[in-house]
């Protein structure tokens, strides 16, 4: 779901968190998605960004970019998980350099860390 934006240096992107108070291990995430989600010593799932695992535990400080090709395959995963502690936010992100945004065919965009809710946008028009 990452699209280039009417808007130069912005991106719509998809991000997920995992709230380890109500994981219960089972590791269907996992399962679904590998290279996003992986269960740790403790037993519990986290999101992992750029192959190390996010490890706020509990909260949205935890929050990962989800690459364009495993957005579905981390939506299938919240569906399936019994906990029902896969949170995704999907907004955008600003700042962007124009040359990264990407095509609107479908072309690829590297977001920089920044997000900003869509709702924002509404408010500067």
């Known amino acids: 779901m990452r699209h280039a934006s009417p808007l130069a240096g912005s991106v719509a992107a998809v991000r997920v968190w995992i709230d380890q108070d109500l994981c219960t291990g089972d590791g269907l995430c996992v399962d ?43 939506i299938d995963a919240a569906l399936a998980c019994p906990g029902e502690c896969i949170f995704i936010e999907v907004g955008r992100v600003y700042d962007v350099p124009s040359s990264l945004v990407g095509d609107p065919a479908g072309g690829s965009a590297t977001p920089s860390s920044r997000p900003v809710d869509d709702d924002d946008d509404e408010a500067a028009a």
């Open 32 to 74: 679904h998605c590998h290279d996003v989600f992986t269960l740790l010593e403790d037993g519990i799932a986290y999101v992992v960004q750029d192959g190390a695992p996010m490890n706020d535990p509990g909260g949205s400080g935890s929050l990962a970019m989800v690459e364009p090709r495993y957005e579905q395959s981390v």
